[in-house]
């Protein structure tokens, strides 16, 4: 195998290839391996759930009286259809049709939101591919609390999130491997059909879509996805979904004078790349949303070298970019109703005898120059170049993404990414994202005090404010190349990848793997802030 060749290895993941369909139809007689439906813990059913418990002998209601069945989160109970066989074997047409009952714990009903209901068809589709299982159907309860469309979407990303894996480079024997799901079936109740439903699962599987691409370039070992490729890839993805992909070159940003991008690229063997992509929804008066990624795709920390124990993880460092390219994807599938214009610089973070070094004073492309004492905070030194030109293409609202921050997970940890602004409208809408996404926010504070410690000797400002407030001075630090734009700054260090440290993981992720996180998050945004 040539591990030095991009072009010789296929290092995308395993995107399942499934049809996901809501069947308008009673439930009672669907042929299906396994059907799920939804429990609470306040004992609340209802009337379809009721007559699946009663056309089973009333198995639900035993199991419940037994504790077996508490409706608490996260839990499944599977139970087999003690009837079907014999009905099936006299001729007889049974009355429900499944070969299991999948009993699926939601929480209080009255605590309902989308995160749950993906949550749902996550875990049912975590247990039939651990039976084995070709196809699975869900029955979503009328009562999870949201519009119908917004229920099909979070059903089709929770379901398809769960059944991704990463394993391009597994060489044991696939044969072992459970066979993959072909078919979800979506069963509402007759009498509670809405045509939202089935454009929400569209959408869901065009978002699900875009958060691989996300994870499949996050994912992706440095030596492969380099910044040359994710150019390759913004290209690629730009043709097939019918946006626009501009790629500057190491000399194009040495003509722009990208001085920041440059300087963390100065001591590597492999050249850096500024993605300029954009995407027109053709609406007269739509506004427009720049969304910036970090893009690192390998963190050594140059002169200022991380520990060994954990500096694999930092082919992760690209996540921000991977985000601004799933993003494109989606708006562009989804056709969400705003332009974006998305943005990444690219670069790894070598030390060598070129490297750039602590103490440098470096010229970004907005004339700033910025002060290096930490060759390890690179990644605003390559944001503030890309900032910059957002700010002159004149957008409505920026928002970037970094894996930035170790302060940030200190901070935050990893339940929720830091949100940094200078504007209050942009947050909130942002917050309100986030919980429809199932990928939250907390908004730090922007105050004058935590500015001085950037205040540096020699250039404009210094890219490091010493160790206390980490994670605000890193955003003061980008503060700095926004002007009065409205912006965010998402620090995503603490969710932009799974780790053994996570104490609850939602089961639409895999362990040890990117996460996607700011893709589906944007989109949920992009679509109420148009």
């Known amino acids: 195998m040539a591990w030095s060749s991009v072009n010789r290895i296929e290092i995308a993941g395993e995107l399942p290839v499934l049809r996901i369909a809501v069947e308008v139809r009673s439930r009672m007689p669907f042929r299906t391996p396994m059907l799920a439906i939804c429990a609470f813990e306040d004992g609340h059913q209802d009337h379809h759930s009721q007559r699946i418990d009663e056309f089973m002998g009333g198995i639900v209601t035993q199991l419940r009286s037994g504790g077996e069945i508490t409706g608490k989160r996260n839990t499944v109970t599977v139970i087999h259809n003690p009837l079907l066989n014999p009905l099936i074997a006299s001729g007889e047409e049974p009355r429900f049709a499944a070969d299991r009952l999948a009993v699926i714990g939601m929480g209080k009903s009255s605590d309902m939101n989308l995160e749950a209901v993906r949550v749902f068809a996550a875990l049912a589709a975590n247990k039939a591919r651990e039976l084995r299982l070709p196809s699975f159907a869900l029955h979503p309860s009328k009562d999870l609390g949201s519009p119908a469309d917004a229920v099909g ?71 492969l996805v380099t910044a040359t490729h994710l150019g390759e890839r913004a290209r690629e993805l730009a043709a097939a979904h019918g ?20 300087a963390v690229n100065s001591g590597s063997a492999e050249p850096p790349v500024m993605g300029v992509l954009r995407y027109d929804c053709g609406r007269p008066g739509a506004r427009t949303l720049a969304v910036v990624g970090k893009g690192v795709t390998f963190d050594t920390g140059g002169i200022s070298i991380k520990p060994a124990s954990d500096m694999h993880f930092m082919r992760h460092d690209k996540s921000g970019a991977c985000a601004v390219l799933g993003f494109m994807q989606a708006a562009a599938t989804m056709q969400l109703p705003i332009n974006v214009l998305g943005i990444f610089g690219a670069t790894d973070n070598m030390p060598s005898g070129s490297a750039y070094r602590p103490g440098d004073v470096i010229r970004s492309y907005s004339g700033k120059n910025m002060e290096i004492l930490n060759t390890d905070a690179e990644g605003r030194v390559v944001l503030a170049d890309c900032l910059a030109y957002a700010v002159e293409q004149k957008p409505d609202a920026i928002v970037d993404m970094a894996t930035l921050t170790g302060a940030c997970v200190v901070a935050l940890g990893h339940a929720c990414s830091g949100l940094f602004s200078n504007n209050d409208a942009l947050s909130a809408g942002l917050v ?54 409205p912006w965010a700054h998402l620090d995503i260090a603490g969710t932009a990848w799974t780790e053994g440290s996570w104490a609850v993981t939602p089961p639409y992720l895999q362990r040890d793997m990117a996460t996607g996180v700011g893709v589906r998050l944007l989109t949920h945004f992009a679509q109420a802030w148009a």
């Open 243 to 262: 946006f626009s992909a501009t790629i500057f070159g190491k000399a194009e940003l040495q003509e722009m004078g990208c001085g920041g991008i440059l």
């Open 432 to 485: 309100q994202a986030g919980e429809a996404a199932g990928e939250r926010l907390w908004r730090m504070p922007l105050w004058d005090e935590y500015r001085e410690q950037i205040k540096a000797p020699l250039g404009d400002i210094k890219n490091i404010g010493g160790q206390a407030a980490g994670a605000i001075t890193a955003a003061w630090f980008l503060a700095n190349f926004v002007g009065d734009t």
């Open 153 to 223: 979407q979070a059903l089709a990303e929770g379901a398809i999130l769960a059944l991704y894996r990463y394993d391009r480079f597994k060489s044991e024997d696939k044969d072992d491997r459970p066979p993959e799901i072909g078919q979800i079936s979506i069963l509402p109740g007759e009498r509670d059909v809405d045509p939202g439903l089935a454009k929400g699962v569209a959408d869901g599987e065009k978002l699900a879509a875009a958060t691989i691409t996300a994870r499949d370039l996050a994912t992706g070992p440095a030596n």
